[in-house]
């Protein structure tokens, strides 16, 4: 893990591959209450291959250093922080991959600047006005508030329950205990962390979203949409619309996966993501 300062705060980041790669980079982008520890073994695989990948914790809850007082948190102002650890490693013709709520970031970015983007592989993540789904936007209600949060994220401290459907447990077929306790564990100990990802909650509107795709196909790049086909929130149908929306893309299915395609079929995201910088 390293990191590196930028304008609205310090960012943790694991990279993985070789500094000299040919191929374009991979940057990831998790969803909220997640950090990159989600990509790893994607981005060990993609390392195998010789591609260079970075998977920041952004500010979405599971981060461990709080953004600076002031920080726009909203869902463009997240993707604005993207941009500039983007810009502050000088990547370039950046492979932009993204799931669940980093999904809706992508999307956010590429209507922000895509300057830097050569290309985007999209797994299962919020589009239009599905931002979020059900059940998780009856979730994120319940946190959208710094007490509110704390009181409703103390069950998530059992395992039992943080993988249940109540929890996390619709997201991916297997979850490690370990990895999603330190997921939660810096928005249940630390109160400037839940204030970093309460003001994300409540500045992420559907609407907003919703005309962002309305300027999607301007996106002149490749896209690969990778989707879980088992998901129960975001629905093979969601995928397919996220498709039609972009200028140039494909749909590819992971058949039994759920929405962390990440952690159900590593190799298969991998391989399509290789297979997407190399077109």
């Known amino acids: 893990m390293t990191s590196i300062e930028l304008p609205h705060g310090v960012v943790d980041f694991r990279v993985a591959g070789p500094a000299d790669a040919p191929a374009p980079p991979v940057l ?4 909220f209450l997640m950090d990159g520890s989600l990509w790893t073994g994607v981005a060990d695989l993609l390392a195998a291959q010789g591609i260079r990948s970075y998977a920041p914790d952004w500010p979405l809850g599971s981060h461990r250093t709080p953004v600076k007082p002031g920080t726009d948190q909203s869902p463009r ?16 013709d950046v492979t932009l991959v993204g799931c669940d709520t980093g999904g809706a970031l992508c999307q956010f970015l590429l209507d922000t600047d895509p300057s ?6 999209l797994t299962n993540c919020d589009a239009f006005d599905t931002f979020p789904p059900f059940p ?4 994120f209600f319940l946190l959208k508030g710094e007490t509110r949060m704390r009181i409703n994220l ?3 401290r059992w395992r ?13 077929n297997e ?16 109160g400037a962390i839940r204030a970093d990802a309460v003001r994300f909650l409540r500045a992420a509107e559907r609407k907003d979203l919703l ?5 999607l196909s301007e996106f002149a790049g490749p896209v690969t949409i990778v989707w879980g086909t088992a998901d129960r929130a975001f629905t093979p149908e969601l995928g397919r619309r996220l498709q039609r929306a972009f200028h140039n893309a494909h749909f590819v299915e992971v058949p039994n996966a759920r929405t962390l395609v990440a952690l159900d079929a590593p190799r298969q995201l991998a391989d399509a993501i290789a297979v997407s910088t190399a077109a």
């Open 28 to 31: 990831f982008v998790h969803p």
């Open 77 to 92: 102002g997240v993707a604005h922080q993207i941009l500039r650890f983007i810009e502050a490693l000088d990547l370039r």
């Open 116 to 121: 830097r983007i050569g290309r985007v592989v």
């Open 136 to 139: 998780f936007n009856v979730m």
């Open 154 to 156: 103390q069950p998530m």
């Open 160 to 172: 039992a329950f943080r993988h249940s459907p109540l929890g996390m447990g619709l997201l991916a």
């Open 175 to 190: 979850l490690d205990p370990a990895q999603t306790r330190s997921w939660i564990e810096p928005s249940l100990t630390n």
């Open 211 to 215: 005309d962002v795709s309305t300027r």
